[in-house]
T-cell receptor, first 113, second 111 residues
Framework: QQQVKQSPQSLIVQKGGISIINCAYE??????FPWYQQFPGKGPALLIA?????SEKKEGRFTISFNKSAKQFSLHIMDSQPGDSATYFC????????????FGTGTRLTVIP | DGGITQSPKYLFRKEGQNVTLSCEQN?????MYWYRQDPGQGLRLIYY???????QKGDIAEGYSVSREKKESFPLTVTSAQKNPTAFYLC??????????FGQGTRLTVV
């Protein structure tokens, strides 16, 4: 079963717009929630991560919003640029446990000029 | 130049052959992982290891084998028992409880 559910599968946004990707999880033992960015033919790279003691984390144009009671978290990309076009994966893990990540199925973002 | 090195970048396998994918890291990370990536399915965990000479099965371990004889190396063998091996394989490493870093991947194709 999919431990982390991600939507939408694909997203097209105009340059300068806001891109929003959503994820939901079931396992309340998860306490680390990273987002990865992947360009074609490359490995994923860590973009931003959050732990559940905060509801929001911002790094530049990227913001994670976290809702512990709803077991949901989302990535917001402000002022989206064509260079942001990539596949984005959310993930979750128990950082004090097995330390392996459960990934969402990915969102292919296309930012059109 | 620290990081994770996967080789080869492209690999072709004939039916019935075993092939081994290399993963080396010089980040002094304790944990290493192998993931398989298929279109529309995200990343699925094959095996992981948190310490030398020990490893655990992930969600899709059937048809794969690993070894962890050295801290910096975690090779993956795709055996002939893996019926659908064509995929993009990603190796990652992390400190225990820390961020995971990925290699650039190996694309395996059955010919």
């Amino acid at each position: 079963q999919q431990q982390v559910k991600q939507s939408p599968q694909s997203l097209i946004v105009q340059k300068g717009g806001i891109s929003i990707i959503n994820c939901a999880y079931e396992n309340t033992a998860f306490d680390y929630f990273p987002w990865y960015q992947q360009f074609p033919g490359k490995g994923p790279a860590l973009l931003i991560a959050i732990r559940p003691d905060v509801s929001e984390k911002k790094e530049g144009r990227f913001t994670i919003s976290f809702n512990k009671s709803a077991k949901q978290f989302s990535l917001h990309i402000m002022d989206s640029q064509p260079g942001d076009s990539a596949t984005y994966f959310c993930a979750a893990s128990r950082i004090r446990g097995a330390n392996n990540l459960f990934f969402g199925t990915g969102t292919r973002l296309t930012v059109i000029p | 130049d620290g990081g994770i090195t996967q080789s080869p970048k492209y690999l072709f396998r004939k039916e019935g052959q075993n092939v081994t994918l290399s993963c080396e890291q010089n980040l002094n990370h304790d944990a290493m992982y192998w993931y398989r990536q298929d279109p529309g399915q995200g990343l699925r965990l094959i095996y992981y290891s948190q310490i030398v000479n020990d490893f655990q099965k992930g969600d899709i371990a059937e048809g794969y084998s690993v070894s962890r004889e050295k801290k910096e190396s975690f090779p993956l063998t795709v055996t002939s028992a893996q019926k659908n091996p064509t995929a993009f394989y990603l190796c990652a490493s992390s400190p225990l409880g820390g961020e995971a870093f990925f290699g650039q991947g190996t694309r395996l194709t059955v010919v």
